[in-house]
């Protein structure tokens, strides 16, 4: 909203998407990761009646978050196939887990296949960051084979703040990005 020549005036803006930056490499620690999760959940939102709309305006309980991924569930999985990215398949195991969510075999395996270490081992410059991605991969991984839909299974995740946190209590001004992973899936 503003003023033109005097009149008010209404203006919907666009909303761009960030440069993708890496700051972790846990599974969920770059911008694209991130806005692969808000259009999960823009996409699992979309399947509220209007009478849950109304009904749930300020707070999605637990158990309907699980209904709806029910209800979004093909919309979910076509998404991630149409964004040919590993890494959309890997951030909707762990959308799916957070909210005990039906996860069937067949993206189990689909996820799987696009989290092995192979896709990734020849990407990164840095020992350190090598070993680092690896052990979030095996860690991702392991509670995606576990998941059984019986409970809420988080996936580690390091926020910007709290790396740039960590960094400022050893004094260390660096810069806190990281070498960007490829997760184009090339057919």
Known sequence: MGLRSGKPFTKTLKKERKENRT???????????SNFNWDYIR?????????????YSKKIPEDMQRVLI??????????AHEKKSRLAFMVLGCF???YKGKLTDKLKQIILKYSVWEYEKDQLKKRKDRKERKRFLEEFRERIRKYDETKVIKVTFYSITQIENEKAEKGDTTPIWRQKIDYSIKN
């Open 96 to 98: 799916i887990m957070l």
């Open 70 to 79: 029910e209800r979004a569930y093909n919309a979910l999985v076509t998404y």
């Open 43 to 55: 996409i699992k939102n979309s399947f509220l009646t209007p009478r849950e709309r109304k009904k």
């Open 23 to 33: 700051w972790s490499y846990s599974i969920k620690g770059n911008d694209e990761a």
